[in-house]
């Protein structure tokens, strides 16, 4: 395979070549071939198109850190291999990049299916934080527990092989790419945008799904205008590969009847598949809002006051709960002063585009070991290692202290700094 360049994906075609195209989307941490077992079915009725995330299945280590970023690079392929209207399923992030085509291009998509998906995938913490373990450890906890996130417990000790596979998948993927994917996914968040998704929409998710499971599920049928939901028996997060039968027959059975535009698109019940998926009722049938093109901005726009940019700023780099507690404790007498570090602070310095953030948690992290600011030390330096410092580096930058700020200063910045390195560094078993 040539060298796939930064703007397009690695993909791979299945099926006649004059089928119409149906698009399957991956994981995170996956490659195409967790959708191997739906392969000889589909491509009875469709062109099957399969891609790669960056960096994963030996693609070209170019990451992309928003979801609207590799949807992007999908149509770019897409466009560059003559596929215009397709048909789209996506499990997980492949469902939150398929959710983005159908919100952002909806010319494109004709129907589309979103497996163990979510309008907003946990919290932007959590992925922000799986960011850190992989750049501290590398990949290797990730991988070791996957299996827990991916299988049920049932399934992951009777298909040891199938369990291999998935750790080795998320070995061999490029830890930066990872890092990337993560960040796209605690960027992402459709909650208030659903209601625009305007093609008739499958939603499939396993009965026993942890990390995306059937309340996820509900939300985005509750959501959507035409959308139903299926939810597979004795299946966690990867559906397709623990109950492959049920959900290929789900995907057939979807695609087939909600692909034509004359077609009725209201909200009808799916048919069981062999291993009788449970179908929840369906939501209520609404037209979609008209949007109105938006009115014209004379050239001499007002300056944005710069709090929104702010309060978004703090919350990527401090994390929402640091955020929502200072937020949460102020009152009359502090509130102005939340407003005024949320303004300036954050929305006037940190979101200046002079400095990266791995250069102003440098620069931050220094100037708190000069003043002796122990305790803003401390939510800095996990601040620091969310923008991308490693714990060696954060370690030089304190050395450095040592010279210009006093051996005292860096000794008691030392402390904190470990602690809290420990503290975000250390896997969770």
């Given at each position: 395979?040539?060298?796939?360049?930064?703007?397009?994906?690695?993909?791979?075609?299945?099926?006649?070549?004059?089928?119409?195209?149906?698009?399957?989307?991956?994981?995170?941490?996956?490659?195409?071939?967790?959708?191997?077992?739906?392969?000889?079915?589909?491509?009875?009725?469709?062109?099957?198109?399969?891609?790669?995330?960056?960096?994963?299945?030996?693609?070209?280590?170019?990451?992309?850190?928003?979801?609207?970023?590799?949807?992007?690079?999908?149509?770019?392929?897409?466009?560059?291999?003559?596929?215009?209207?397709?048909?789209?399923?996506g499990c997980s992030l492949g469902g939150a990049i398929g959710a983005e085509l159908a919100l952002r291009n909806p010319q494109r998509v004709a129907s589309l299916a979103l497996i163990a998906a979510s309008p907003r995938f946990g919290t932007a913490d959590e992925f922000?934080?799986?960011?850190?373990?992989?750049?501290?450890?590398?990949?290797?906890?990730?991988?070791?527990?996957?299996?827990?996130?991916?299988?049920?417990?049932?399934?992951?000790?009777?298909?040891?092989?199938?369990?291999?596979?998935?750790?080795?998948?998320?070995?061999?993927?490029?830890?930066?790419?990872?890092?990337?994917?993560?960040?796209?996914?605690?960027?992402?968040?459709?909650?208030?945008?659903?209601?625009?998704?305007?093609?008739?929409?499958?939603?499939?998710?396993?009965?026993?799904?942890?990390?995306?499971?059937?309340?996820?599920?509900?939300?985005?049928?509750?959501?959507?205008?035409?959308?139903?939901?299926?939810?597979?028996?004795?299946?966690?997060?990867?559906?397709?590969?623990?109950?492959?039968?049920?959900?290929?027959?789900?995907?057939?059975?979807?695609?087939?009847?909600?692909?034509?535009?004359?077609?009725?698109?209201?909200?009808?019940?799916?048919?069981?598949?062999?291993?009788?998926?449970?179908?929840?009722?369906?939501?209520?049938?609404?037209?979609?809002?008209?949007?109105?093109?938006?009115?014209?901005?004379?050239?001499?726009?007002?300056?944005?006051?710069?709090?929104?940019?702010?309060?978004?700023?703090?919350?990527?780099?401090?994390?929402?709960?640091?955020?929502?507690?200072?937020?949460?404790?102020?009152?009359?007498?502090?509130?102005?002063?939340?407003?005024?570090?949320?303004?300036?602070?954050?929305?006037?310095?940190?979101?200046?585009?002079?400095?990266?953030?791995?250069?102003?948690?440098?620069?931050?992290?220094?100037?708190?070991?000069?003043?002796?600011?122990?305790?803003?030390?401390?939510?800095?330096?996990?601040?620091?290692?969310?923008?991308?410092?490693?714990?060696?580096?954060?370690?030089?930058?304190?050395?450095?202290?040592?010279?210009?700020?006093?051996?005292?200063?860096?000794?008691?910045?030392?402390?904190?700094?470990?602690?809290?390195?420990?503290?975000?560094?250390?896997?969770?078993?």
């Amino acid at each position: 395979m040539s060298e796939t360049p930064k703007s397009t994906l690695q993909y791979r075609f299945d099926g006649p070549e004059d089928a119409p195209v149906l698009i399957l989307g991956p994981s995170l941490g996956t490659t195409w071939h967790m959708w191997d077992r739906q392969i000889p079915e589909l491509v009875k009725q469709w062109r099957v198109f399969r891609f790669d995330l960056p960096g994963h299945g030996g693609a070209p280590a170019y990451p992309v850190d928003s979801v609207g970023e590799l949807a992007a690079r999908l149509l770019a392929t897409l466009d560059e291999v003559g596929v215009q209207r397709f048909g789209y399923a996506g499990c997980s992030l492949g469902g939150a990049i398929g959710a983005e085509l159908a919100l952002r291009n909806p010319q494109r998509v004709a129907s589309l299916a979103l497996i163990a998906a979510s309008p907003r995938f946990g919290t932007a913490d959590e992925f922000r934080q799986r960011g850190v373990i992989v750049r501290s450890n590398g990949l290797d906890p990730i991988a070791r527990t996957s299996p827990e996130r991916w299988f049920t417990s049932g399934f992951a000790a009777a298909q040891p092989a199938i369990t291999d596979w998935a750790v080795q998948m998320v070995r061999t993927t490029d830890p930066g790419c990872y890092i990337a994917a993560c960040e796209a996914l605690a960027a992402f968040d459709i909650r208030t945008e659903l209601g625009a998704i305007g093609v008739p929409t499958l939603v499939l998710v396993g009965s026993e799904d942890q990390v995306t499971g059937p309340a996820e599920a509900r939300t985005l049928v509750a959501g959507i205008p035409d959308a139903r939901l299926a939810v597979v028996p004795g299946a966690s997060h990867l559906a397709p590969v623990e109950q492959p039968a049920a959900v290929t027959d789900l995907l057939v059975r979807h695609f087939s009847t909600a692909w034509q535009p004359a077609q009725d698109t209201g909200q009808h019940a799916i048919p069981a598949p062999p291993v009788k998926p449970v179908l929840a009722p369906p939501a209520p049938t609404g037209p979609v809002a008209e949007i109105a093109p938006a009115a014209h901005q004379p050239e001499a726009a007002v300056r944005p006051d710069p709090h929104d940019t702010g309060l978004k700023v703090r919350r990527e780099v401090l994390g929402d709960a640091h955020v929502d507690g200072a937020l949460a404790e102020a009152d009359d007498f502090s509130g102005e002063f939340q407003e005024f570090m949320t303004r300036y602070a954050w929305g006037e310095i940190w979101a200046r585009p002079g400095l990266d953030r791995r250069m102003r948690s440098s620069v931050t992290l220094t100037a708190l070991v000069a003043g002796g600011h122990l305790d803003e030390l401390a939510f800095h330096t996990r601040a620091a290692l969310r923008n991308g410092l490693t714990a060696d580096e954060i370690k030089e930058i304190l050395m450095q202290t040592a010279v210009y700020c006093g051996v005292p200063a860096a000794n008691s910045a030392f402390k904190v700094a470990q602690r809290v390195i420990r503290e975000e560094t250390t896997p969770q078993e």
